[in-house]
């Protein structure tokens, strides 16, 4: 039996190695330009890391408040659903992807989304019973306020007095013979919780199509007002320090580094920064402790703390913190919570 702190101790390494792995994808798609060859890879990687950083949130800390949402690339979900069909299914189905490029993000629980759309898959290979085609594309729509889905097959059909009951729990035209996915049901509860629509239009025999529109997530764009704001991070893990650091200097913010927070509080006496990224856990000096100290040297500056396990009820009373950032994070959430904070 693996202890509490134990628990929680591996969640916080293991949410390191996830965030540096993400960190790293954000960068790659900076420098290196998208390519059919290499962008679906980066996709794979991508939500691999998202599902097992959620599983490692069930299961090893799972004393998290709310749904623990995240802004999601859907494109890069989607590309990897298909990757996966598509090369069990390569002699029956022909896949078709026109993914936007600027596509905004959404918000929620990356395996929620996974999950919609490898059900909306399966059941459009299963409506196929010979040779077919599924179409999937995204799009923002209304300006860029929502984000729009689309699936559609060349399969048999929803006939037309079924379609208004699909979204039945107990409603089925398949014969139980094995599992399908987590059923229609379970998939508008999904996006109706994510305060999205599902709409559904087909014939018997001509194929059906399922359309989901989701509020996009606020953007996360560069200014003008961040040439000269300077942000401290005080990150122990060295690979991801200066994946941040890169990063962010790629926004025009200039960075001063430290490796815990001792170091940190050494460089704020020399300088003010306009930010703070501080990890929780950290050697010489953690998190927790260095924001304490800060306040009793009565230095005011903005802080986002980084915690890779969830925080007691007791530590959350006491974080002097603007915001709290769950790792793993991809770098649009946390520029989202610089921008907010600095400009």
Same mark, same amino acid.
């Given at each position: 039996? /693996?202890?509490?702190?134990s ?10 190695i996830?965030?540096?792995?993400? #960190?790293? /994808? ?14 679906p890879?980066? #996709?794979? /990687? ?8 959620e599983m490692?949130?069930?299961?090893l800390?799972?004393?998290?408040d709310?749904?623990?949402?995240r802004?999601i690339?859907?494109?890069?979900i ?7 069909f598509? &090369?069990?299914?390569k002699?029956k ?8 490029s600027?596509?905004?993000? &959404?918000l929620?629980k990356y395996?929620d ?13 299963? +409506?196929? +019973?010979d040779?077919?085609? /599924?179409?999937?594309s ?7 306020a929502?984000?729009? $889905?689309?699936?559609?097959?060349s399969g ?7 379609? +208004?009951?699909i979204f039945d729990e107990? $409603?089925?035209t398949k ?15 999904? &996006? ?14 001509k194929?059906a ?5 989701l ?7 560069a ?6 704001k300077?942000i ?16 962010l200097?790629?926004?025009?913010y +200039?960075v001063?580094?430290?490796s ?29 402790? $260095?924001l ?19 925080l ?5 009373e ?7 950032i ?6 649009e ?6 921008h907010?904070l600095?400009g």
């Amino acid at each position: 039996m /693996i202890s509490d702190s134990s628990s929680k101790h591996l969640a916080h390494d293991l949410n390191n190695i996830f965030t540096r792995i993400l #960190n790293s /994808i954000d960068l790659l798609r900076r420098k290196v330009p998208a390519s059919q060859e290499v962008l679906p890879l980066l #996709n794979s /990687i991508e939500a691999g890391t998202y599902l097992a950083s959620e599983m490692v949130g069930e299961n090893l800390a799972s004393k998290t408040d709310g749904k623990n949402s995240r802004r999601i690339n859907l494109n890069s979900i989607i590309s990897d659903a298909v990757r996966s069909f598509s &090369i069990q299914h390569k002699d029956k189905i022909d896949f078709k992807l026109d993914l936007a490029s600027d596509l905004k993000f &959404i918000l929620g629980k990356y395996s929620d989304y996974y999950r919609v759309i490898l059900n909306l898959l399966a059941n459009s290979v299963e +409506s196929i +019973s010979d040779t077919g085609t /599924i179409s999937l594309s995204t799009r923002n729509a209304d300006n860029g306020a929502y984000v729009q $889905f689309l699936i559609r097959d060349s399969g048999s059909g929803i006939a037309q007095e079924n379609i +208004s009951q699909i979204f039945d729990e107990s $409603f089925s035209t398949k014969e139980k013979k094995h599992a399908s996915g987590i059923g229609l049901s379970s998939v508008k509860k999904i &996006i109706d919780d994510n305060e999205g629509t599902v709409l559904v239009s087909s014939k018997a025999g001509k194929g059906a199509e399922f359309k989901i529109i989701l509020p996009a997530a606020p953007p996360a764009e560069a200014n003008s007002l961040s040439r000269g704001k300077t942000i401290l991070i005080a990150e122990d893990e060295d690979v991801l320090r200066e994946l941040l650091a890169e990063l962010l200097e790629s926004y025009n913010y +200039s960075v001063l580094p430290a490796s815990n927070g001792r170091e940190a509080l050494d460089i704020m006496k020399l300088r003010r920064p306009d930010l703070l990224i501080v990890d929780r856990k950290m050697p010489a000096l953690d998190g927790l402790d $260095f924001l304490e100290e800060m306040a009793e040297l009565n230095y005011k500056v903005p802080v986002i703390l980084a915690a890779g396990s969830p925080l007691e009820t007791s530590e959350k009373e006491k974080v002097k913190a603007e915001r709290i950032i769950n790792k793993p994070y991809n770098f649009e959430e946390l520029l989202s919570l610089v921008h907010e904070l600095i400009g």
